[in-house]
Structure formats: C-alpha cells, structure tokens
C-alpha cells in the first residue's frame, strides 16, 4: 500500500502540546523549509475556521491564558486571510485579511451557530510583521476571549469587541485561504 503525499512526514515535528483541529495535509505546513519558523498554506479555500483544515491548536489554561504569534504577511495573496483564534462553536479570531491589494487587521466573532456574526472595522496594515495575541479569562465564570495586535510584540492595542466562551475551546494559530508563516506560536 502506498502512502499518500498529503499523509506521508514532511520532516517536521511538532511538540506534543499541538495538536491539528482535523487531519493536516502535510505536503501544506513545515517547520523545515524556513527554519525557526511554521510554514501554514491551506490547499483549498475554507468558508470558515470550523472548515480550515490545517489549523493548530492547543487546549488553553485556566484560569487565564494568553497565546501570541508573529505574522510574517509579505506574500498575502487577496481573498487570504491569517490570525490567531479562540474557538470551539462560538469563537472569535483577529487576523491579517487581505483584499483588493490591501492588507487590513481584522477581529471577528462567530455566534453559537457558528456564522460571523461581528466583524470590526478593519485597520490597514503598516508592516510586513505583526504580532497577534489572543486572551482567554475564565476567572469567576466570565469566560471571555479578547484580542490584540502589536507591530513591536510589546506594545498591544485591542482590536474588536469580547467574545462570550466556555472552558472547553483551544487556541489556534490558523491559515484560512492563505500561505503565510507564524514564526512564533506560544
């Protein structure tokens, strides 16, 4: 029997903290081809994150989390869309979009349906490399996700409104209709 090119080892491992949101097509992500850095491409065009299939994830910490990554979006492509997620059916994302030959920031929040039911108002783009943060607080009930972007990985302006959770979603670093690169995941 012979093994698919979407199935077979691409080189690269990741640690046992991550885990794909459905089975990866490994002839679209690498750790190898730009060393110190995660390559994510998607084959085809999701309609949503629940869709997406090569998405990353990692099951956050109470009582609060914070997850971070490096974008590096110089080969955006329109229609492309990348970011960083706290999801589960209801979720949110902020993410680099790009359309018309513009590159804008994004935060958009789905409802208990699963459809985008806010998107905010998108804020251009003014580097190659950006920074995106998602936050997750369950203290007391409150079970929130926010989220932020930085141009420096220190200095963060908040982006969109709050996004209601439950104590039972995964951060995920997602290329969504896109070829771009996280270098940094945490």
Same mark, same amino acid.
């Given at each position: 029997?012979?093994?698919? =090119? ?39 065009? =999701? ?100 989220? =932020? ?38």
């Amino acid at each position: 029997m012979t093994e698919s =090119a979407e199935n077979a080892w691409n080189g690269s491992n990741l640690g046992l903290q991550w885990q794909w949101n459905h089975n990866p097509d490994n002839r679209l992500w690498s750790l190898t081809e730009r060393p110190g850095h995660l390559r994510l491409t998607t084959g085809s065009v =999701a309609s949503s994150i629940l869709d997406a299939r090569n998405t990353l994830t990692q099951r956050t910490l109470g009582p609060t989390s914070s997850g971070t990554i490096s974008l590096d979006v110089s080969h955006m492509q329109d229609g492309d869309v990348a970011g960083i997620s706290a999801y589960q059916r209801t979720y949110g994302y902020i993410a680099v979009t790009m359309e018309c030959g513009t590159r804008s920031l994004v935060m958009r929040r789905a409802g208990g349906d699963g459809v985008i039911a806010f998107t905010s108002a998108p804020v251009p783009l003014r580097a190659d490399v950006v920074y995106l943060r998602a936050d997750v607080d369950f203290r007391d009930a409150v079970d929130t996700a926010s989220f =932020a972007y930085s141009y420096d990985g220190s200095n963060w302006t908040r982006l969109g409104d709050t996004v209601p959770m439950r104590y039972d979603l995964g951060l995920g670093c997602a290329a969504i209709g896109t070829a771009e690169q996280a270098d940094r995941c945490e």
